[in-house]
């Protein structure tokens, strides 16, 4: 069969796509990539997927840009004679949807891995973009044949909402984590070891937080976290700013009070291996990537109860959850990590036994390939 990827960035189909798209290669598909950026176009053609670029303004809600987005879609997958689309992301599950359905491709199935930034903020600006997903939403599942979740929370909502029927609602828990890649025993002790002595020269406990430089994210409550807790431990935000995101934070306060700011690095293996504490105080998720890794790694988490930071951390089993926007209380659940030695060990050994019970790839990946027979 051929079987079509759509994604909004190229290093969204690489990273969280890709071990699903190779398996079904290896079974013997034709399988096509197809994004809007050619970054990672080298490294899809190498794992043998045929690349597809197409001309989508990701921020845009010009209504004339949307059409436009639909109709250059349209014009990538028409020739390729696709017996199926799979589609992520928001503008791709539902303009993806409509070129496909005009294409008249057979299948359709979209990925829902979160609800986006409109789903967060309250502003009126919010409430009406919210407003017209939902009415694209609902038109589009009626066109398409499945969508599938990575958490248990957004189907229900969607359900409730009427958007979508239950029957075309897949839940597969997370896009997986390779957890013999993400593996404690595996790292290279010496690179851990020079990470160590750049970010905490003293011995104090590293508290980490991986994330896009965005208030979404929690960072303004890390920051206020940092400084409640004191010099207790060396606090470090890892990750890069998004210009495009109108929730970026600026960089005159990133390298404000005391947070260790490192910017995106390539080396996250070594990296979450170093860190003692990790911390994610996101107002919501689909199923954070970075709480994987961290998992995986056999890290004790603290985590905001919120969509999707909920299906990886357990409270008080291999972390804590702390309330949304209260900085006091994830200060006093770091601080009491940062206190007990012991309750961190205990907290990583269950986050790696999760991890590889619940979100080790394989185990995902044979969940999505009965979906392509």
């Known amino acids: 069969m051929n079987i079509g990827f759509l994604g909004n960035l190229s290093d969204n189909l690489y990273m969280f796509r890709r071990p699903i798209m190779k398996a079904l290669k290896n079974r013997g598909h034709k399988i096509f990539a197809i994004a ?12 043998g997927f045929f690349f597809i670029q197409y001309k989508m303004k990701r921020q845009s809600l010009n209504p004339i840009e949307e059409i436009l987005s639909i109709k250059a879609i349209y014009q990538a997958i028409k020739p390729l004679n696709l017996d199926i689309l799979q589609t992520s992301t928001v503008k791709p599950n539902i303009y993806g949807t409509f070129a496909a359905k005009l294409a008249k491709i057979p299948k359709v199935y979209n990925l829902v891995e979160g609800m986006g930034s409109f789903y967060i903020d309250d502003t009126l600006k919010a409430k009406i973009v919210r407003s017209i997903i939902e009415t694209l939403y609902k038109r589009a599942s009626s066109l398409s044949d499945l969508t599938i979740f990575v958490n248990s929370d957004d189907p229900k909502y969607m359900i409730d909402r009427g958007l979508i029927v239950p029957h075309k609602v897949k839940v ?14 595996k790292v290279d002790k010496d690179k851990v070891l020079n990470w160590r002595e750049k970010l905490s020269s003293d011995g104090k406990p590293i508290v980490m937080m991986v994330a896009r430089a965005i208030w979404h994210k929690g960072i303004k409550e890390f920051y206020e976290a940092s400084k409640i807790v004191g010099d207790k431990a060396h606090f470090v935000l890892v990750g890069d700013t998004d210009s495009g ?8 306060f990133l390298k404000s009070g005391k947070v260790n700011w490192i910017g995106r690095q390539s080396d996250m293996v070594t990296l979450t291996a170093v860190s003692d504490i990790y911390v994610l ?13 961290a998992a995986s790694m056999a890290k004790p988490i603290v985590a905001t109860d919120v969509v999707g930071c909920r299906e990886v951390v357990s409270d008080g089993v291999n972390g804590f959850l702390v309330p949304v926007k209260d900085s006091r209380t994830l200060a006093e659940a770091i601080d009491r990590l940062i206190e007990n030695v012991e309750l961190r060990e205990k907290f990583g050994k269950a986050s790696r ?11 995902v990946v044979e969940q999505y390939l009965p979906l392509y027979s």
């Open 36 to 47: 809007p950026d050619d970054r990672y176009k080298k490294e899809l053609e190498s794992d």
């Open 353 to 363: 036994q999760k991890a590889m019970e619940e979100f080790d790839m394989p185990k």
């Open 245 to 252: 995101n109108p929730s970026c934070a600026n960089e005159e």
């Open 281 to 293: 105080p996101s107002y919501r998720e689909g199923v954070p990537r970075t709480l994987l890794e």
């Open 172 to 185: 597969i828990k997370s896009v997986g984590i390779d957890t013999k890649e993400y593996d404690p025993a």
